[in-house]
Nanobody, 114 residues
């Protein structure tokens, strides 16, 4: 069982971004899926979470800036924005509750260039 995060890279400020988190392996149920991020020199911080029925919760500072979604048929969660800001530069980590066990992805680096 593993989570694979992807979609990071060097992206110009103001450009869109979509990160993906794919859960693979043997499991029966995915409950919550979500994202944290760790900016350079800072602690890891919560970004957003989505339940298996689609309820979403966002950290206050990213409301209206990021959108979290999921495709249950593909066991995949997404985090996207239409307009990257310099302060979005961070390593983004996805997580999921798979059969009641919390799993983390390996992180994907997003660097916003000006």
């Amino acid at each position: 069982v593993q989570l694979q995060a992807s979609g990071g890279g060097l992206v110009p400020v103001g450009e869109p971004l979509r990160l993906s988190c794919l859960a693979s392996g043997n499991f029966e149920r995915i409950a919550n899926m979500g994202w944290y991020r760790q900016p350079p020199g800072k602690d890891r911080e919560f970004v957003a979470v989505i339940t298996n029925d689609g309820t979403t919760i966002y950290e206050d500072t990213v409301k209206g800036h990021f959108t979290i979604s999921r495709d249950n048929a593909k066991n995949t969660c997404y985090l996207q924005t239409d307009t990257l800001k310099p302060e979005d530069s961070a390593v983004y980590y996805c997580y999921a509750q798979l059969d009641g066990t919390l799993r983390w992805g390996q992180g994907t680096l997003v660097t916003v260039s000006s």
